[in-house]
């Protein structure tokens, strides 16, 4: 039994790491750091200790550190865990610039210990499906690719860290990690970025928006958000040369989250045969029942590779392959240019 200390129990914390956590075999969540507020621990967690720092859970006999605090203290908890001996898992964006993210997968080498970024989105059964469809070559060769994550909330809201102007806030931060490491599990290091990040509501201090293209040599990966665009349009569409893929509708396993449900449930993500994808081909359409996964495959994988039983798979190396991507899209988008992968 390996035994984990998350830092941060805000929305994230509460929502996409506890209760996924928990339903992992092998993994006990033992102490959380609750910086802020009087509040009484949390009552769904009675075997839980609750402390106010991260010095007092670094004192616990603790195997793996999960960080889900505000993107600008990232790289410092990190840091301070994996000095501490702790194997780390840090939420999204994995630091606000790619030196932190350097110092460290270097500073986890050094102590021998696995660092590694929450990318629970791979395992969502809409981008399984993808992935199937992809590999299986009815589409033949990809020329066309999107992705939209879309969300319509033209108010901002009040006191929220990631609408203020803070390094590695905004959209493009918090929503690319995921719709990139989904594009480079498909299709691999890109050629070039070419990006469009900026601010649509009235009053925003930080991007609500981007349109992110990712070059490659006979094809085009293109990665959409907006915060005023109801997603009632396609979440995916993927064009080949013998076909195209479209399906409807978002992965169901945060909106079970928010509702209290958890991985452990059984089919707690699955998903109406309404929202299932249609391969078309110029002979016939096919409906493409969609895939079940669960984010709970992220932290099995985690417990795997620290019991050495898997390769992770998360890698320090890919997750700074993500880091540059958001990095050079933001570049992209000051220059007006699109920028190449290699200098």
């Known amino acids: 039994m390996l035994n984990v200390g998350l830092v941060g129990f805000g929305f994230a914390g509460k929502v996409f790491h506890a209760p996924v956590i928990r339903a992992v075999d092998g993994l006990r969540l033992t102490t959380i750091v609750q910086r802020h507020g009087g509040r009484a621990p949390d009552p769904r967690y009675p075997e839980v200790e609750f402390v106010h720092s991260v010095d007092e859970l670094l004192k616990r006999q603790i195997d793996l550190v999960v960080v889900a605090t505000p993107n600008t203290s990232h790289h410092p908890i990190a840091k301070q865990a994996l000095l501490a001996g702790r194997h780390v898992v840090v939420d999204k964006p994995f630091t606000t610039t790619l030196a932190e993210a350097e110092d460290l997968v270097r500073l986890a080498k050094q102590q021998r210990r696995i660092v590694t970024v929450y ?4 395992h969502t059964g809409d981008f399984a499906t993808v992935q199937q469809v992809v590999s299986e070559g009815a589409l033949g060769h990809i020329v066309l690719f999107e992705s939209h994550f879309d969300r319509f909330r033209p108010e901002q809201k009040p006191n929220a860290w990631r609408e203020e ?14 719709l990139f490491d989904q594009a480079l599990l498909l299709f ?10 900026r601010i649509e509501r009235a009053g925003g201090r930080i991007d609500d928006a981007f349109d992110v293209t990712l070059y ?3 094809s085009r990966a293109v990665l959409r958000a907006s915060m005023l665009r109801p997603p009632v349009g396609p979440t995916w569409i993927v064009n080949g040369t013998s076909g195209s893929f479209v399906k409807y509708g978002m992965d169901p396993q945060e909106a079970a989250l928010k509702e209290g449900r958890t991985p452990d449930e059984p089919d707690w993500d699955t998903e109406p045969p309404e929202l299932y994808g249609k391969l078309i081909t110029s002979d016939a359409t096919r409906t493409v029942p969609t895939l079940r996964s669960s984010f709970a495959r992220y932290y099995e994988n985690v417990r795997d590779a620290m019991l050495g ?7 320090p190396e890919w997750s700074l392959d993500v880091m540059r991507g958001l990095v050079l899209a933001a570049e992209s988008t000051r220059t007006r240019r699109v920028e190449p992968w290699s200098a």
Do not use: K
């Open 216 to 218: 490659y040599p006979h």
């Open 188 to 197: 691999g290091i890109p050629e070039a970025v070419g990006a469009d990040i």
């Open 119 to 122: 990318q629970d989105r791979r």
């Open 165 to 178: 102007p803070l390094p590695g806030s905004g959209v493009w931060f918090d929503i690319g990690p995921h």
């Open 309 to 315: 039983n898997a390769q992770l798979a998360v890698t």
